[in-house]
C-alpha cells in the first residue's frame, strides 16, 4: 500500500512563505512524476508545479516567479518553496505523484492535503 502525507501549511501574511512538504511511503518500486495541486473554496483543483523524476518542472503561471518545487528522490519527498504569498493563494494544497508499486502496479497517488490560509 502506497500514501502520501503532506505537512507544512499553516497561516501565513500576505508576502510570506511556506514551505510545503509531501513524502510518499509504502511499497514503492519508483515514483515518477510528482507534483503539487490546490482547490481554493468552490473552485476546481488546479496545478500549481509537477517535477520529473530527473528533475524537469513545469509551473502554472500564477506560481512562475513566486513558487519553486523539488525533490529528493533518496526519501520519496517532493517539496514547495511558497514565497511572495498572496490572499488568492489560500487553498488546500494536494500532493501528486505516479508511483510504481513493488508488485510493478503504476497508480496516480494524491495525498488528502494541508490547508495554506494567507491573511493578515
Known amino acids: 500500500q502506497v500514501q502520501l502525507v503532506e505537512s507544512g501549511g499553516g497561516l501565513v501574511q500576505p508576502g510570506g512563505s511556506l514551505r510545503l512538504s509531501c513524502a510518499a511511503s509504502?511499497?514503492?518500486?519508483?515514483?515518477?512524476?510528482m507534483g503539487w495541486y490546490r482547490q481554493a473554496p468552490g473552485k476546481q483543483r488546479e496545478l500549481v508545479a509537477t517535477?520529473?523524476?530527473?528533475?524537469?518542472?513545469n509551473y502554472a503561471d500564477s506560481a512562475k516567479g513566486r513558487f519553486t518545487i523539488s525533490r529528493d528522490n533518496a526519501k520519496n519527498t517532493v517539496y514547495l518553496q511558497m514565497n511572495s504569498l498572496k490572499p488568492e493563494d489560500t487553498a488546500v494544497y494536494h500532493c501528486?505523484?505516479?508511483?510504481?508499486?513493488?508488485?510493478?502496479?503504476?497508480?496516480?497517488?494524491w495525498g488528502k492535503g494541508t490547508l495554506v490560509t494567507v491573511s493578515s
Open positions: 509504502g511499497s514503492i518500486f519508483s515514483i515518477n512524476a
Open positions: 501528486n505523484a505516479w508511483i510504481v508499486s513493488t508488485d510493478y502496479v503504476g497508480m496516480n497517488y
Open positions: 517535477i520529473t523524476s530527473g528533475g524537469s518542472t
